[in-house]
């Protein structure tokens, strides 16, 4: 039978994962955070504990913030753009349509462009509504200040999330689409479900071949997606839930390739994200649990 502190800690273990996924966007380096959590965990009083969701909560945030600091430094170097880890996520977490949105590839990457302050606030507070006093000792700072910065984080997020939340059956569609016209390299199929402001984002990391650079517009995106198709021929695209939302697997030899996660607003394609990192595909044949 576990201690309390185990069993604790196991009662919270998915929602502590979730919180540093969200701060990090990296799987990897959220175990890291958890494993930093534990640590700490183990040498705490429990009786001097009074809200033990609330204490895990501000330990693993604190470490996150850590982590974050580390992990600019390595963005600083990293070759062409840097993209969340995509997860394979269940069911539920797209049932949850806040907590689907929070963890979808379009946000995560919003929450890229926040300092790690506003983001450790926004994330706390509009994702998991922690209170501002518990945030304030998580992050710092005082109470008022934390106020001012989820005012300005959520500002900040409002001018660059997606258009609106957008209906299971419409994003199902539109990837059945995108995914019948990349798979015959039919053109005019392509232009008509990518909106004209498409981007397209690889990440290879440099050690797979990958775009280095943004492609906009819908007209050079498609030329980019039909230039590919050779590579789409040689593999198999399947449909998954990747981050809450639907997503296609490319596989090849029965190893994950790519993974293509897609932004739908208004029935059309806007984002396209193309994680080919090897690092970052190792988490693709199991769900991972997301709580809030």
């Known amino acids: 039978m576990a201690d309390p502190a185990t069993e604790a800690f196991l009662a919270h273990r998915n929602l502590l994962f979730t919180v540093a996924y969200q701060l990090l966007g990296s799987a990897a380096d959220a175990e890291d955070v958890l494993q930093e959590t534990w640590l700490r965990w183990t040498g705490v009083d429990l009786a001097e504990v009074r809200d033990r969701r609330a204490y ?5 945030t604190r470490q996150a913030l850590m982590r974050l600091r580390t992990q600019a430094r390595r963005k600083e170097s990293y070759v062409g753009p840097w993209l969340p880890e995509p997860l394979l996520t269940a069911p539920d977490v797209a049932e949850d349509v806040e907590l689907a949105d929070s963890v979808s590839m379009a946000m995560l990457l919003v929450l890229e462009t926040l300092t790690p302050a506003e983001r450790a606030v926004f994330v706390l507070r509009e994702v998991f509504d922690v209170g501002y006093d518990e945030i304030a000792e998580a992050v710092g700072k005082s109470a008022p200040a934390v106020r001012q910065i989820a005012h300005r984080a959520r500002s900040h997020v409002a ?17 059945e689409a ?19 402001d498409v981007v397209f984002l690889g990440d290879g990391g440099g050690v797979v071949q990958a775009v280095t650079a943004p492609v906009t517009g819908a007209a050079a995106v498609a030329r980019l997606l039909t230039a590919g198709i ?3 021929a040689t593999g198999t695209l399947t449909p998954a839930q990747v981050n809450g939302h639907p997503a296609l697997i490319l596989r090849r030899g029965g190893e994950v390739d790519t993974v293509l996660a897609l932004r739908v607003d ?27």
């Not at 895990?56 to 693993?60: A, G, Y």
């Not at 001018?159 to 990837?175: E, F, K, N």
């Not at 995108?178 to 004209?196: C, K, M, S």
């Not at 029935?267 to 994680?275: M, N, S």
Request: positive net charge; proline residues 6%.
């Open 56 to 60: 895990l909560v501000r330990v693993t």
């Open 159 to 175: 001018a660059r999330r997606p258009r609106g939340r957008v209906s299971a059956t419409t994003s199902r569609d539109a990837l």
């Open 178 to 196: 995108f995914r019948h016209a990349v798979e015959t390299g039919d053109l005019r199929q392509l232009l008509d479900i990518l909106a004209p």
């Open 230 to 232: 050779g590579t789409f």
């Open 266 to 292: 208004d029935g059309l394609v806007t984002g396209l994200y193309a994680v080919r990192n090897p690092a970052k595909l190792s988490r693709l044949d199991d769900e991972t649990p997301l709580r809030r």
